[in-house]
């Protein structure tokens, strides 16, 4: 079984929708827990950390759950930019990072 | 926020040659820096973790002597992959830590023929 695993979509959705994506990771002493966005042949670039109260980052809003050691990103009134692949990720400590295979969303006009 | 820089940022080589890739954090000195490699269609995983003036740490499955790294002041680690062969294209991409956030550099694409 995957360390994190994410379905890999694609997401295809219009403008000004809402889209929902979600993980789970297996190692229940995973103590950090981010939400990265990879643009295609391009490196990873942190959209948000995931907070076990959940946290809003404008049209983001990232949940997590540890009881049931999932972690979700909503996305809200999708622009055309926010086209890209979100890359689920979760850390023991602050220095190895598991990566999920990420999430492929094209957002259409 | 931090920036983290690579170099090369594409390289083309013949199969048994030796590719040395270059990472630098460019406003921020970095004990810690991290070496990934991503196959198309795959997640990114972490081949090692360099430490500014001592061995790196190689994951499991990842030769040592096949990537060498050295991480010789707090700014500049480099990745040297050695004797590469087609199965080795790849990219690379390489992270610095600062506080608790791993900024990643720009990434490598390494094509072995």
């Known amino acids: 079984r995957k360390e994190v695993e994410q379905d890999p979509g694609p997401f295809n959705v219009p403008e000004g929708a809402t889209v929902a994506f979600n993980c789970t990771y297996s190692?229940?002493?995973?103590?950090?827990f981010f939400w990265y966005r990879q643009d295609c042949r391009k490196e990873p670039k942190l959209l948000m950390s995931?907070?076990?109260s959940g946290n809003e980052d404008g049209r983001f809003t990232a949940q997590l759950n540890r009881a049931s050691q999932y972690i979700s990103l909503l996305i809200r009134d999708s622009k055309l930019s926010d086209s890209a692949t979100y890359l689920c990720?979760?850390?023991?400590?602050?220095?190895?990072?598991?990566f999920g295979t990420g999430t492929r969303l094209q957002v259409f006009p | 926020g931090a920036v983290v820089s690579q170099h090369p940022s594409r390289v083309i080589c013949k199969s048994g040659t030796s590719v040395k890739i270059e990472c630098r954090s460019l406003?921020?000195?970095?004990?810690?820096m991290f070496w990934y490699r991503q196959f198309p269609k795959k997640s990114l995983m972490l081949m090692a973790t360099?430490?500014?003036?001592?061995?790196?740490?190689?994951e499991q499955g990842v030769e040592k002597d096949k990537f060498l790294i050295n991480h010789a002041s707090l700014t500049l680690s480099t990745l040297t992959v050695t004797s590469a062969h087609p199965e080795d294209s790849s990219f690379y991409i390489c992270?610095?830590?600062?506080?608790?956030?791993?900024?990643f550099g720009p990434g490598t694409r390494l094509t072995v023929l």
């Open positions: 992270s610095a830590a600062r506080l608790d956030t791993q900024y």
């Open positions: 190692n229940s002493a995973s103590q950090s």
């Open positions: 995931v907070y076990s």
């Open positions: 990720v979760v850390s023991q400590n602050t220095d190895k990072l598991i």
């Open positions: 406003d921020f000195q970095a004990t810690t």
């Open positions: 360099s430490n500014e003036g001592s061995k790196a740490t190689y």
